[in-house]
């Protein structure tokens, strides 16, 4: 086929593979199902497909074949064990079947209280020391007021928020591209650190602000958690233990910035002195990865 030709036919050349593509165990037959993450991704001069199936391993098999008896030429078989490093594969030509790929007895489950353990700690260390953006916030919402009424009922609404939407992200309910969320979390920054200079106390409104604020970052808790991944058999438990190593994370600020200047409060020269300055330098950080995170 000519390369425009590829192009236009890939939606067919998938269903084409797919449908001639053969996967036995220990030289039993199964089906190939396709899941809703497969895709066809369109490059300059030919079609790439990035397919991905799923299915139960038969109990006690020990090996896996694969042929392909579409007409497409030589290509790669790669098989991966999960959680077993290093990966075996075959180049294979059209019609032709592999060689048996053996089957790694998977590893033992975690237990529950390791990954309780796990997944706490990834959220601490997501807070303190590696979250910068999330810690100039957190130090934001702590200037405005060393009180604890009004600072609790601000932290309250942030956590409340990131929790809701880390949740729905993690379920695939909701989803931003980490060019639009990462952007807003820092332009979140920079409204609290204004808001902090130009406010004397905190009002109802800002509540509300902080709460919006909340659900995005808790979009970029979402990105992280991603990356890092959860264990399938036990996914609720590290999701609800990396939410919670984050609050701890974020109350660790707050009793940072108590211990270094939150006995100053009561001052009268705190606003001037402390919280006023202190609101521009983070106002000008949040400002200068703004910028960067837009444009560069």
């Known amino acids: 086929m000519a390369p425009g030709r590829l192009r236009d036919a890939r939606d067919e050349l998938r269903r084409e593979f797919i449908a001639k593509a053969h996967i036995a165990f220990d030289g039993v037959p199964r089906q190939l199902v396709e899941t809703a993450e497969s895709r066809a991704t369109p490059l300059p001069d030919w079609p790439a497909f990035i397919l991905k199936f799923e299915g139960r391993i038969p109990a006690e098999a020990k090996g896996v074949t694969f042929r392909q008896d579409a007409p497409i030429g030589w290509y790669l078989v790669q098989v991966v064990n999960?959680?077993?490093?290093?990966?075996?594969?075959?180049?294979?030509?059209?019609?032709?079947?592999?060689?048996?790929?053996?089957?790694?007895?998977?590893?033992?489950?975690?237990?529950?209280?390791?990954?309780?353990?796990?997944?706490?700690?990834?959220?601490?260390?997501?807070?303190?020391?590696?979250?910068?953006?999330?810690?100039?916030?957190?130090?934001?919402?702590?200037?405005?007021?060393?009180?604890?009424?009004?600072?609790?009922?601000?932290?309250?609404?942030?956590?409340?928020?990131?929790?809701?939407?880390?949740?729905?992200?993690?379920?695939?309910?909701?989803?931003?591209?980490?060019?639009?969320?990462?952007?807003?979390?820092?332009?979140?920054?920079?409204?609290?650190?204004?808001?902090?200079?130009?406010?004397k106390e905190v009002h109802k409104s800002r509540i509300a602000v902080v709460f919006c604020f909340g659900l995005l970052h808790g979009l970029g808790f979402a990105g992280v958690l991603h990356e890092l991944g959860l264990p399938r058999s036990q996914f609720l438990p590290a999701l609800l233990s990396f939410n919670l190593g984050v609050e701890l994370g974020q109350l660790s600020v707050i009793a940072l910035g108590f211990l270094a200047i939150g006995w100053l409060g009561s001052r009268p020269w705190y606003r001037r002195r402390v919280v006023i300055p202190g609101s521009l330098a983070i106002a000008a950080v949040g400002l200068y990865w703004t910028i960067q995170r837009i444009f560069l």
């Open 82 to 199: 999960e959680g077993i490093e290093g990966s075996a594969s075959q180049w294979l030509d059209a019609g032709k079947e592999s060689k048996p790929f053996a089957i790694a007895a998977p590893p033992p489950a975690p237990t529950i209280g390791a990954t309780v353990e796990q997944y706490v700690a990834l959220g601490y260390e997501h807070i303190l020391p590696k979250g910068l953006d999330h810690i100039l916030f957190v130090l934001g919402l702590f200037l405005m007021s060393t009180r604890w009424k009004p600072l609790l009922a601000q932290v309250t609404a942030f956590t409340v928020a990131h929790s809701i939407t880390l949740g729905l992200a993690i379920y695939g309910a909701v989803s931003l591209p980490s060019t639009i969320v990462e952007p807003l979390i820092a332009a979140s920054i920079v409204y609290v650190a204004v808001e902090n200079v130009l406010a």
